[in-house]
């Protein structure tokens, strides 16, 4: 009974002595991953503490890509929680946590500069309308798979934060076509592959899969090489080449060469 006392104690004195930080957000949802499209485990208000075990990266909200794992077990947006610090507070999760920084897996989510970049390259549709070629797309390049986008889960007209957490939810889709299609041998860093998720959201995964880009870098080619030489030939829509392509496979390649540290595939850092 005394030890039984003296454990529930030092539990007890713990938990009292944890570092918490409020919630900024009104309704705020954590989430069983660290992503927009994870399941919903809970929710906090606005003004709630909470209590952060380890931080990781995933889908990026308003720019910042870090995500909390509370002492619930489950991920928040660190957009929403008031840390202090444009950054990490504590240790990065470890071992199969799932997201972007599971041990011996891919990237799901790319980094802050591939989403802006798609974005930008897309641009902004608040409402469901058909793009220069036809296609009807919504938000930043959604394209829809019923009618009217019916089934976008945020309300029309969309802001660019619900257009930017749309994004977000598209894609992971297009990271995972490209890992697999892609071989182990194969090396990326964040932003090569933010750059070629954003190619692959642009032409479609088909496309990839059958492109020569792809099995050059299977072939085990210089991936800067490649991605010079391969993304460039993407430039036509509806049968004609559009400035817009021109411009945007530039602004890939500048990303794609622009050095990191932190790999990407076939493990993500």
Same mark, same amino acid.
């Given at each position: 009974?005394?030890?039984f006392?003296?454990a ?13 930080y409020?919630v ?12 927009t499209?994870?399941? =919903?485990?809970?929710? @906090?208000? %606005?003004g ?7 931080q990781?990266? $995933?889908? #990026?909200?308003? /720019?910042?890509n870090i995500?909390d794992?509370?002492s619930?077990g489950?991920? =928040?947006?660190?957009? @929403?929680? %008031? ?5 990490y507070?504590?240790?990065?999760? $470890?071992? #199969?946590?799932? /997201? ?5 897996s891919?990237?799901?989510n790319i980094n802050?500069?591939?989403v ?10 608040a ?5 220069p070629i ?13 009618k ?32 697999g ?6 090396k990326?860093?964040?932003n090569q ?8 959201f ?22 800067n090489t ?10 036509m ?11 945007r ?14 790999q990407a595939y076939?493990?993500?850092?």
């Amino acid at each position: 009974m005394k030890l039984f006392s003296l454990a529930l104690f030092a539990a007890l004195s713990a938990t009292s002595f944890a570092k918490t930080y409020p919630v900024t957000g009104n309704t705020v949802n954590c989430r069983s991953g660290p992503g927009t499209s994870y399941s =919903v485990k809970k929710s @906090y208000k %606005k003004g709630q503490n909470v209590s952060i075990s380890c931080q990781t990266s $995933g889908t #990026s909200v308003s /720019g910042n890509n870090i995500w909390d794992k509370t002492s619930d077990g489950c991920y =928040v947006a660190d957009h @929403y929680v %008031k840390t202090g610090v444009n950054g990490y507070v504590t240790t990065k999760c $470890g071992g #199969s946590s799932g /997201g972007g920084g599971s041990s011996g897996s891919y990237c799901k989510n790319i980094n802050t500069a591939g989403v802006n970049l798609v974005a930008q390259w897309e641009g902004f549709v608040a409402r469901p309308k058909p793009d220069p070629i036809g296609l009807p797309t919504v938000g930043y390049g959604h394209l829809c798979q019923k009618k009217n986008c019916a089934e976008v889960k945020y309300k029309f007209p969309l802001s660019k934060s619900t257009a930017k957490q749309l994004l977000s939810d598209d894609l992971p889709k297009y990271t995972k076509c490209l890992a697999g299609y892609l071989n182990n041998k194969v090396k990326l860093n964040d932003n090569q592959l933010a750059a070629l998720t954003s190619w692959s959201f642009n032409v479609g995964c088909g496309n990839v899969k059958t492109s020569t880009l792809i099995k050059r870098l299977n072939k085990g080619e210089s991936p800067n090489t490649v991605a010079g030489q391969e993304l460039p030939k993407w430039r036509m829509a509806g049968g004609r080449v559009m400035q817009g392509l021109v411009n945007r496979r530039k602004a890939e390649i500048k990303l794609f060469k622009t050095s990191s540290s932190k790999q990407a595939y076939p493990k993500c850092q």
